[in-house]
């Protein structure tokens, strides 16, 4: 038996391979201390590696969500202004196909007292805000179901 231990330094290096020296797998046949340290440092070496590996598979799956939430982002973005585009267009139908009307209704407007008025604005920006909310929030929801199923493939 060798009176004199294996360094760190070369049991390190016997598991990573960067050395191959035949004394060193002497020594450790026939030294129970060092046989010891070689199997701690084996085990210390693999779980590192394990740790590297899961890392890596980790930053894989990162990216692939991000080429993913990047994709449905620029689709959204695409619906989006669809979506605004339309509203514009319908609002500007809707304006210009009441023009003729306007006069008319100023009219009516100008005979009732104010009170009327107020009453006829009021029930106008109520039924305006909810047609406005309802739109938003369908828009939502098939923006939210278009998303999910974007995302599906990779769960
Ligand atoms: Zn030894």
Redesign the pocket.
């Known amino acids: 038996m060798?009176s004199i231990?294996?360094t760190d330094e070369m049991l390190q290096a016997y598991l990573l391979k960067e050395i191959h020296d035949d004394s060193i797998v002497t020594?450790l046949t026939v030294?129970s201390?060092?046989k010891d340290r070689v199997e701690e440092y084996r085990f210390l070496i693999d779980s590192v590696q394990k740790i590297e590996t899961e890392t890596f598979s980790f930053n894989v799956t990162a990216l692939a969500m991000n080429n993913i939430m990047r994709y449905a982002k620029r689709k959204s973005k695409k619906q989006e202004l669809t979506f605004w585009g339309l509203l514009i267009f319908l609002l500007i139908a809707i304006s210009s196909f009441s023009i003729p009307f306007i006069p008319r209704i100023l009219a009516i407007f100008y005979s009732q007292s104010i009170l009327t008025i107020l009453l006829v604005i009021g029930t106008g920006l109520v039924v305006l805000l909810f047609l406005v909310a309802d739109i938003t929030r369908q828009y939502k929801t098939k923006k939210d179901k278009i998303f999910k199923n974007n995302l599906q493939p990779i769960l």
Request: aromatic fraction near 0%.
């Open positions: 060798n231990h294996l020594h030294c201390t060092c």
